[in-house]
């Protein structure tokens, strides 16, 4: 056998936007940002917590000294590990290029799968939808997918994480009114968990919270981000920029203001207690300026996704990304074009904990069945990713000098071996031949997902929380809704 | 004359401000009549402006440039307007609710208002019921629009238009919403009197009401 010197193999493809040298000019511009112009913090406590971490704090404008901002980017963990509340089990590890896929959270509208009609999402759509993502094999982790509103408003968000947790035992990242709201959804955790330590130890939840564009925290992101480092539970920051509307037209100008927003962010955690996980968001995109919609489909909105992941690969923080999403108002040719763009770019920078999939109608309304058919496009990109390996046993030159000239593979052992691990089988792209396909039905994608969203439904059960969990989570939410009467 | 209409107009379009400040000079010192001005040349290629953007032509930032452009010559016709009404389509009052902080949209379509020759009073975020009341009694606009992000904000603007029930002044203004949780459902379940998906048909919204 020779030694091979020199060689380079390539375990995965390469994929990246920016360089090490762009991202540490976009760190220090976005560091300057902060040093420069300062954020506002509409939150006492919080600005309180800043200047005894050395910020300059001018009424409620706060700048940032980049010591601070190095100082917080070195304690945050640069890996967050998120259970499966059932099992315990720990799924999703994100760390490095880990691409995990999950769904979006708060959209007001949903497709109802039975009736096709666009209505305002509940506690049952939201029940539904957490029973698909937890019965789909190419989905890590759950947001709610609607926000529930058949039930009181101001509370709404105890619902929706009970409508959750009652339905999936995959991680969930839920959004939270405010600190009050997410206190509840931490004792919920807590009594599922079986103590606050066992929890921290084992989270299978993470908030959601976000700044708002350009450069403001608000009183419920900031008390978040604080709450979340004091109960030691990870907390998903995500500015939502609009290119030419809350930051500048050009891409970098979007990455360092969006930048700023975050680590701006990670300060405020971190102050509070050193070591909290925290959790990188950003979806960065254009407004359309004819529309002027938040687009959750161009090509801008990938290119900025793929950037701010080299980015946080660069600042080795975990990273929450946006997939599978579209701007088409129905699951057409278009939302297929934009999931199928998005997730393969995704899949291919490595963002670690990608929401989003399932969203269409610029996030404002969810589809069970685009997302059911963004498991198989989930499921392709992620063979795009395994690459391809070059070894002796995959060259299989004795192979290929057994079968010879005109011969075949289709009855060989190697075949056997890995014709099902080379190749990746979607379960709703059609490639049936035609006559098959006509006497199937000759039912479109869309009709092939509905189908599937309506047996997961109809005969799917996740599995339950003891019974008696269930009653302690219910008083929870009780309780709090005694509050708003 | 009619040729200082035309180029104004073009310049309006074109979004070059200082070419429209010189047409206006150039207009004022051949003793044409300021209204004329205005409504022949600054106000014609807004016009234009707005069609254009209806249909996809033109675009936010070249309509704010256009707007930017036909205030240049504006400030030099108005105090020559003595004793003259300066035409306004209306005036709205705008704000984004009570508890809410979002006002991307709610600038956005104080722009598109004012560049379609609306008087806009821009109340800014956390704008509560009381807030609101008080502008409307200063201002007396003919339009109120509310604006949130959030499902839980949303509900300020009932509390809104309960207040000016309360307060005897519902009849007199026209209450419109908007934000991403708002629909026309939400709308008419609140009592408001329209709902507007963007500014475009914000613009076209408040046209209507005051009709």
Redesign the interface.
Known sequence: MPVKSNYVANATPLFSILSPGQCEEILFAAEEVLERTGVTVHDEEARDILKKAGCWLDGIRVRIPSAVVDRALNSVPKRVTLCNSRTGSRDVLLEGNNAYFGTGSDTPFTIDPYTGQRKRSTKQSVSWACKVIDALPNLDFVMSLGIVQDVPLLISDRHQFEAQVLNTGKPIVTTAHDIYGFADIIEMCEIIAGGEEELRRNPFMTLYAEPISPLQHAWEAASKLVLAARKGLPVVYTPCVMAGGTVPATMAGVLTNGLAESLSGLVINQATREGSPFIMGGVFTIMDMSSTIFSYGSPEFNLLMSALADMAHYLKLPMFGTAGCSDACVVDEQAGIEAALSIAMTALSGPNLNHDVGYIEYGSTSSLEYLTINNDVIGMARRLVRGIKVNDETLALDLIDKVGPGGHFLAEDHTMKYFKTETYYPELINRQRYDAWKEDGAKTLFQRANEKVKDIIENYQPEPLPADVQQKIRAVVERAEQKVR | MSNYFEDLAKSVIAGQQERVKELTRQALDAGTDPVEIINQGLIAGMNVVGAR?KV?QM???EVLMSARAMNGGMDLVKPLLVGQELPSAGKVVLGTVKGD??D??KN?VGMMLESAGFTVVNLGVDAGPDKFLQAIKEHKPGVIGMSAL???TM?SMKDTIEVLKEEGLRNKVKVIVGG??I?QDFAEEIGADGFAP??ASATDLCKKLLA
């Open positions: 953007f996809g675009f936010v930032p902080l979002h991307i949209g956005l959030l499902t839980t509900l991403a949780p629909s963007d500014a």
